[in-house]
């Protein structure tokens, strides 16, 4: 990459993270009205146009033909509504610096020849993307010298592979207080896969609050299984066909909480006055569900950017300063959580959240585009080897 392509592509991420926060639109915005998209109001428009002018940005068709051109992001499938939320991240970022994603599944392709697939291709890196690496293939990307980035890895990578991730614990951690906060004492959960690092650190965070609020870990009420609906399902059958079944259930992903919805309604429970479910992850189909999901969000565009960022900046030979980066999450309160039926809380005096916020009154944040959603504080928590983004 020349000089002037990489002033180019640092001016790109740089610049387009302060044209927003000046215009005081999102970044999505700026990308629109950059790619001259017509869903931007003209006065909107106008203003991020100045400011483009103003701090001389240089638009995708205009760059140095010297410039990475693509990069590579693979997952294990395509399906499923946390993959399609990674994409639409990575898609956005790369989409700012005029670069172009070719995503692909390791179905019928290995690791390895997919980094033999991006190196024919000229690719600036490889993302991938909830995969189990073997030995084998984590040293072939060590051999191969292609800048690869990991996003949320089935099993820990060597040090020499960067990966991007958020905090799986505290916010499991977070969301599990909150239900205990409303007065739940018999909460189950439909957890991930115990090999999967973000599957077991949700589920040690669920055992982090229980301690904490002195209940006793009970494993007939949790079922590991993997993070879709079928799974979900069968193992929410399980659980609330338990001789003492809990009155919540904290589900590790959205498809298992949309599981756990059917599940309840294959028992008769009413979603939340019999039962009350809460989600990780947020992606589309927990605003969408009947009732909506209360849910701990994932930064599924900042996931993107990062590995991006991350991605270019080791194509320079710019290492990030951590191997292990984790984003921060945060709770999001929809319909599918409330007080145990039968407990009783006087007007404005509601249990109080993870962060000492009452559930029952105007002390959340009201975020723009969110439909009235209640969005609690940031979860940090101590992360192992790894940097905080917030």
């Not at 989409?95 to 290995?110: K, M, P, Y």
């Not at 980094?115 to 600036?124: F, M, T």
């Not at 710019?318 to 319909?335: Q, Y």
Request: aromatic share 4%; with cysteine.
């Amino acid at each position: 990459m020349t000089a002037q392509g990489k002033a180019h592509r640092d001016a790109s991420y740089g610049l387009l993270t302060a044209i927003a926060g000046e215009a005081g639109v999102s970044l999505s915005t700026v990308s629109k009205v950059v790619h001259r998209r017509r869903d931007v109001g003209a006065a909107t428009r106008a203003r991020v146009e100045e400011l483009l002018s103003r701090y001389g940005y240089v638009r995708p068709g205009e760059r140095d033909p010297a410039m990475p051109q693509q990069i590579v992001a693979v997952f294990r499938d395509l399906s499923g509504p946390y993959t399609l939320e990674v994409v639409r991240g990575i898609v956005a970022a790369a989409d700012e610096l005029g670069i172009d994603v070719v995503t692909g599944t390791t179905g019928h392709r290995s690791i390895s020849q997919w980094l033999q697939e991006s190196v024919a291709l000229g690719a600036a890196g490889l993302i991938i993307v909830i995969s189990m690496l073997s030995e084998e293939d984590q040293r072939r990307i060590v051999e191969q010298r292609l800048p690869v980035v990991l996003i949320d890895p089935l099993s820990a990578p060597s040090h020499d592979i960067p990966s991007i991730g958020v905090t799986n614990w505290s916010g499991a951690r977070d969301a599990v207080q909150h239900l205990v906060a409303l007065g739940h004492t018999r909460i189950g959960m439909a957890a991930g896969r115990a090999h999967s690092l973000a599957g077991a650190a949700r589920l040690h965070g669920y055992r982090a609050a229980l301690e904490e609020a002195g209940i006793a870990y009970d494993p007939a009420i949790v079922r590991s299984t993997d993070f879709d609906f079928e799974e979900g399902l069968i193992a929410s059958l399980q659980i609330l066909g338990a001789e003492n079944p809990p009155t919540a259930v904290f589900a590790a992903s959205d498809a298992q909480a949309l599981g756990v919805l059917e599940a309840a309604r294959q028992h008769g429970l009413s979603v939340p006055g019999d039962l009350a479910v809460m989600s990780f992850d947020d992606t589309l189909v927990a605003a969408m569900a009947c009732p909506p999901l209360s849910a701990v969000r994932q930064p599924f565009e900042e996931l993107g950017h990062e590995a991006t960022r991350v991605l270019l900046h080791l194509a320079e030979g710019r290492p990030p300063a951590s191997p292990r980066i984790e984003l921060a999450t945060e709770l999001v309160l929809r319909t599918s959580t409330s007080v145990p039926r039968g407990a009783h809380t006087a007007p404005g005096h509601g249990a109080s959240d993870p962060q000492g916020k009452d559930v029952r009154t105007d002390s959340y944040v009201e975020p723009r585009d969110m439909g009235g959603d209640k969005v609690l504080g940031v979860s940090g928590g101590s992360t192992t080897n790894g940097v905080q983004v917030r």
